[in-house]
T-cell receptor, first 120, second 111 residues
Framework: EAEVAQSPRYKITEKSQAVAFWCDPI?????LYWYRQILGQGPELLVQ????????DSQLPKDRFSAERLKGVDSTLKIQPAELGDSAMYLC??????????????????FGQGTRLTVV | GENVEQHPSTLSVQEGDSAVIKCTYS??????FPWYKQELGKGPQLIID?????GEKKDQRIAVTLNKTAKHFSLHITETQPEDSAVYFC??????????FGIGTKLQVIP
């Protein structure tokens, strides 16, 4: 069964350092999401890609966070510099909302296992 | 933007009893409402979803209802089993595919 792959699973970094997370969505999925999930809360959208284009990054703290999906396939989320408050689970998800080249109605988003970030 | 409220935040039921989780949303443009189950250390996994043109959907022990007028939707789990213990999230998605999650409900099924 196809899965969304994320790496690393766990990351410990010191504050002010740079950190990067990688996501490989399910093959053929046009939409890719990065979410941040603080312990005990629901996932919060950071950025949404449609192919290689950003369609929503309104909640992304752009002074320190950046995301790219250069070829419209895998994606990287970077934090520089990391702060203590960035400790959380970072989840990547993808969905297949294209049918024969046209965008279709909403479909299920498949999540990866996440990257657990601890900033010390 | 969309705001999704979910309650209760925790729920304990005896094995075999039913569990109900309720959510409300604010954006009348939302047209897709998935429910996710998240086990410890894992990403959320879809368990059931409903679209705005449907009022109710059932899949074995799980059912979801949607009231578009009142902007609320609910998850019903019947004949609960210990393996149902997890955190459940409701979500609302707009036509632009933006998905907003509720805060989650930690369900504990007591054997």
């Amino acid at each position: 069964e196809a899965e969304v792959a994320q790496s690393p699973r766990y990351k410990i970094t010191e504050k002010s350092q740079a950190v990067a997370f990688w996501c490989d969505p399910i093959s053929g999925h046009a939409t890719l999401y990065w979410y941040r999930q603080i312990l005990g809360q629901g996932p919060e959208l950071l950025v949404q890609f449609q192919d290689e284009s950003v369609v929503d990054d309104s909640q992304l703290p752009k002074d320190r966070f950046s995301a790219e999906r250069l070829k419209g396939v895998d994606s990287t989320l970077k934090i520089q510099p990391a702060e203590l408050g960035d400790s959380a689970m970072y989840l990547c998800a993808s969905s297949n909302n294209r049918d024969r080249g046209r965008l279709t109605i909403n479909t299920e988003a498949f999540f990866g296992q996440g990257t657990r970030l601890t900033v010390v | 933007g969309e705001n999704v409220e979910q309650h209760p935040s925790t729920l304990s039921v005896q094995e075999g009893d039913s569990a109900v989780i309720k959510c409300t949303y604010s954006d009348s443009a939302s047209n897709y409402f998935p429910w996710y189950k998240q086990e410890l250390g894992k990403g959320p996994q879809l368990i059931i979803d409903i679209r705005s043109n449907v009022g109710e959907k059932k899949d074995q022990r799980i059912a979801v209802t949607l009231n578009k007028t009142a902007k609320h939707f609910s998850l019903h789990i019947t004949e609960t089993q210990p393996e149902d213990s997890a955190v459940y999230f409701c979500a609302a998605s707009t036509p632009s595919q933006k998905v907003t999650f509720g805060i989650g409900t930690k369900l504990q099924v007591i054997p």
